[in-house]
């Protein structure tokens, strides 16, 4: 697990362009977090650095958006859904086989009905400016984990390890029990 922060839009773009960069076919990211908390604009940063040169929308009415760039960059919003099996309507099993990326916002709410391999990145508000954020990168399976220390040196910039919880940092131990 990784804590990040951001405080700015354009900053939270730049993690993400970060991040695309260890970028392989057939991984999934599933972005977690209030409305307005950041996950459209870390597409964007993301897509940006895929190499997708329109412009990223969210996909709440469409509820998928296909881009071109070194690779696919599937992005679908499960906000609108009515259950978790309408993801596999939607075609994702296909999208993770075709060799693309696929973002999904709101990514959490579905999670049971994917592959239990991707990177799931929690958004939250902070304390301190407006545009400010707190990321949490949870690698699920083998793919994202052995990237773990990959991920930490492309966001060394954003590291916040004050920012997580004690629990995180100086689990109980044995003898020293929560």
């Known amino acids: 697990m990784i804590w990040a922060r951001t405080t700015s839009v354009d900053d939270t773009r730049g993690l993400a362009a970060a991040l695309a960069e260890l970028a392989r076919p057939g991984d999934l990211l ?3 977090g209030d409305l307005g908390a950041g996950k459209t604009a870390f597409t964007q940063g993301f897509g940006a650095a895929l190499g997708v ?3 990223i929308t969210s996909p709440t009415f469409t509820l998928v958006n296909n881009y071109e760039g070194r690779l696919e960059l599937n992005h679908l919003d499960a906000y609108r859904l009515e259950s978790v099996n309408e993801v596999l309507d ?3 099993p296909e999208m993770l086989d075709d060799g693309g990326v696929t973002v999904i916002e709101w990514g959490d709410v579905v999670a ?3 592959p239990a391999d991707y990177l799931e990145v929690r958004f939250s508000f902070t304390d301190g400016a407006d545009d400010e954020r707190l990321l949490e990168l949870v690698p699920v399976g083998g793919r994202w984990m052995a990237r773990t220390r990959a991920m930490a040196a ?5 590291i916040h390890e004050a920012d997580a919880p004690a629990s995180v940092l100086d ?3 044995p003898e020293d029990p929560a």
């Open 53 to 55: 040169d329109e412009r």
């Open 154 to 158: 492309a966001l060394a910039l954003w």
């Open 112 to 114: 049971p009905a994917l």
């Open 171 to 173: 689990p109980p131990t």
């Open 30 to 32: 599933l972005l977690a």
């Open 90 to 92: 939607l075609g994702v």
